[in-house]
């Protein structure tokens, strides 16, 4: 190799901001339809990062429901992409996935409510 060699930051190509749950303090529970819990990693307009001790399959179809103490809503989506991302002795398999919405959701905060 010539010269030393350079990290070239790569530009985000997200399409949306993504609000962390920590950003999200009026969310109260998510969760998928017909019932089982995820934890929120991250939230946007178009689709959501989720962990979940449930297996989710890429193309699978998904119902979330996301609970303020004011509003409820239910956006469809697709499971784009989903791994292992953990393996621990309390919680056995964590699965992380990533959810895109049918359509844009409306969220509180956000400029959009």
């Given amino acids: 190799m ?36 995820a934890a929120l990693v991250n939230l946007s307009f178009r689709g959501a990062l989720v962990e979940t001790s449930t297996r989710l399959r890429p193309g699978a179809r998904a119902v979330l429901r996301l609970t303020s103490t004011a509003r409820v809503w239910t956006v469809s989506g697709a499971v784009s992409r989903s791994w292992v991302a953990a393996v621990e002795r309390e919680r056995g398999v964590v699965y992380r996935g990533a959810v895109q919405f049918d359509n844009a959701l409306d969220l509180p905060g956000t400029g959009t409510d």
Avoid: A, H, K, T
């Fill in 2 to 37: 010539d010269g030393p060699l350079r990290l070239q930051r790569i530009p985000d190509r997200r399409r949306d901001v993504r609000w962390s749950r920590l950003e999200l303090p009026w969310l109260r529970e998510l969760q998928f339809r017909p019932g089982f819990n």
